[in-house]
């Protein structure tokens, strides 16, 4: 950086990428904990009783909020092995984005008969979410290849421990998210 862009110019973009660096910690901080607390409120992690204890005083869940904080900084302490754990959570998360996509695919037409508010119709859902499980599939792909081709045995192991937990007792226990009747489209 003193190369490219030598003094002040380069004190103050050094500034703006730890400020944004921090803000970006931030976020995912807050954004795990809010999803923490959102599982162990519902019961689907363990230690949800802790986890899910709202501060009468600070009004958040400061356990999951520094559960989070541990974890974080736990993932940091060994390069390689924050390399990998950063590049399989990037996978989980497009991931995570898609699944609802996929599962409307599947349920539309059979469980699924009325959209909601924001109607696609038909053809543009089904074409849009192809398009979407496309795109997520390429980007698992390019996630996995050199030097990052350890993500693929982490996000394998960490989908067997998954389905194997929920096969295994967490399906029979957690009972989902609280049903909220929705008002019919206008």
Do not use: H
Not at 23 to 46: E, H, I, K, N, Q
Not at 85 to 100: D, G, Q, R, W
Not at 101 to 118: E, K
Not at 141 to 149: D, L, T
């Amino acid at each position: 950086m003193t190369v490219v862009l030598p003094g002040a110019a380069g004190r103050v973009l050094w500034v703006g990428i730890v400020v944004a660096n921090y803000l970006c910690g931030l976020a995912c901080v807050t954004s795990t904990s809010r999803m923490m607390y959102a599982f162990a409120r519902d019961g689907g992690l363990p230690g949800s009783r802790a986890l899910r204890r709202v501060s009468p005083r600070w009004k958040t869940p400061v356990a999951a909020i520094w559960t989070t904080v541990a974890l974080a900084f736990a993932s940091t302490l060994y390069a390689p092995a924050y390399t990998t754990l950063t590049t399989a959570c990037v996978i989980f998360l497009y991931l995570s984005y898609v699944m609802p996509a996929v599962a409307g695919l599947r349920a539309y037409g059979r469980s699924w008969t009325r959209m909601g508010p924001f109607d696609l119709g038909a053809g543009l859902y089904r074409a849009l979410a192809v398009v979407s499980i496309g795109g997520v599939v390429l980007l698992v792909w390019i996630g996995v290849q050199p030097p990052n081709e350890k993500a693929l045995t982490v996000t394998l192991a960490a989908v067997g421990l998954l389905a194997a937990a929920w096969w295994l007792g967490v399906r029979g226990r957690f009972k989902g998210p609280p049903s909220i009747e929705t008002s019919p489209a206008p």
